[in-house]
């Protein structure tokens, strides 16, 4: 096995660790519509703020 083949492992190896982390880590980037993930507290559903 030559130093190339070790670092094109390497490399597959990490970008498989970060495709496999993406799947498993939730990501709370907000509100994304869907309020059975969020237990009601959506803001998409209130009232727009009125203008004076």
Same mark, same amino acid.
């Given at each position: 096995?030559? +130093?190339? =083949? +070790? +670092?094109? &492992?390497? +490399? #597959?190896? #990490? &970008? #498989?660790?970060? %495709?496999?982390?993406?799947?498993? #880590? $939730?990501?709370? %980037?907000?509100?994304? @519509? =869907?309020? %059975? /993930?969020? @237990?009601?507290?959506? /803001? /998409? /559903? =209130? &009232?727009?703020? $009125? $203008?004076?």
């Amino acid at each position: 096995m030559s +130093i190339g =083949d +070790i +670092i094109l &492992a390497l +490399i #597959v190896l #990490v &970008a #498989v660790f970060f %495709a496999v982390r993406s799947v498993f #880590v $939730k990501k709370s %980037a907000g509100c994304s @519509g =869907d309020c %059975a /993930h969020c @237990g009601g507290s959506c /803001h /998409h /559903h =209130d &009232a727009p703020p $009125k $203008k004076k």
